[in-house]
């Protein structure tokens, strides 16, 4: 497995570890969703590595990255990226995993961050 397919399937795996979502595959990609929205896009084909999250927080950060754009179709306008890795990039980690983090928060119904960030807080 190279490591870019390391990379999609450790954020993959992290990101169906959240509460109340599942994986589809629209457009041939892995869209994860909470209650049925997209809180990440994740594509992986011919070298490359995709993936698409709204940011809330960091969004200015995110976008001083040489590897990341506001994502097409005017989702950029509301505070979506995209990043994009090929050949011998090593995404990084730490970085993409807080991304996640704030997608998900972003996009989960109020109640459900609201629980996962209280369990958090309590351990």
């Known amino acids: 497995m190279h490591a870019l397919e390391k990379t999609f399937e450790a954020l993959r ?61 005017g989702l950029g306008k509301s505070g979506w990226v995209t990043a994009n890795f090929s050949g011998k990039d090593k995404p990084p980690m730490d970085v993409l995993e807080a991304w996640i983090d704030e997608s998900y928060l972003a996009i989960a119904p109020k109640k459900l961050s609201a629980a996962l960030e209280a369990a958090r807080a309590s351990s």
């Open 13 to 73: 795996k992290l990101a169906l570890a959240y509460p109340e979502t599942r994986e589809d595959h629209p457009w041939g990609e892995s869209a994860i969703k909470v209650r049925g929205k997209t809180f990440l896009f994740m594509g992986l084909g011919e070298g490359k590595l995709g993936l698409s999250l709204k940011l809330t927080h960091r969004l200015e950060f995110a976008l001083q990255y040489p590897f990341v754009t506001p994502t097409r179709y």
